[in-house]
């Protein structure tokens, strides 16, 4: 069966390092599941392994847009360039802070 292919992928991935999980407000870290909060010692696991696994689901031209917590901009837009992404942005949250980058192949 072929890959199905797409123009777009969004996500909020897990990016919270490991060791600032209990630290979190009470009703995230007491009510969001772990997996959806740890992003292993870093915070940065999923996008080491997405811009890797991500490429046969994107289309030539495709874009991925991904969330990201606080001073990760630069290690995620490394990690990217490394895997030969194009870093096309980094959009900025409502308080002005670097949340989102949208990358394409």
Not at 1 to 11: C, G, N
Request: net charge negative; proline share 9%.
């Amino acid at each position: 069966m072929p890959v199905r292919r797409f123009d777009l992928i969004i996500s909020n991935p897990p990016y919270i390092p490991s060791a600032e999980i209990a630290t979190l407000q009470p009703e995230v870290r007491d009510f969001d599941p772990c997996a959806a909060l740890d992003g292993g010692a870093d915070g940065l696991d999923f996008y080491r392994r997405f811009s890797v696994q991500a490429k046969p689901f994107v289309k030539p031209d495709g874009k991925m847009m991904l969330e990201f917590g606080d001073g990760q901009a630069g290690a995620i837009r490394e990690i990217f360039e490394s895997e030969k992404w194009i870093v096309e942005a980094v959009k900025e949250d409502y308080s002005h802070r670097p949340r989102i980058i949208i990358v394409r192949r």
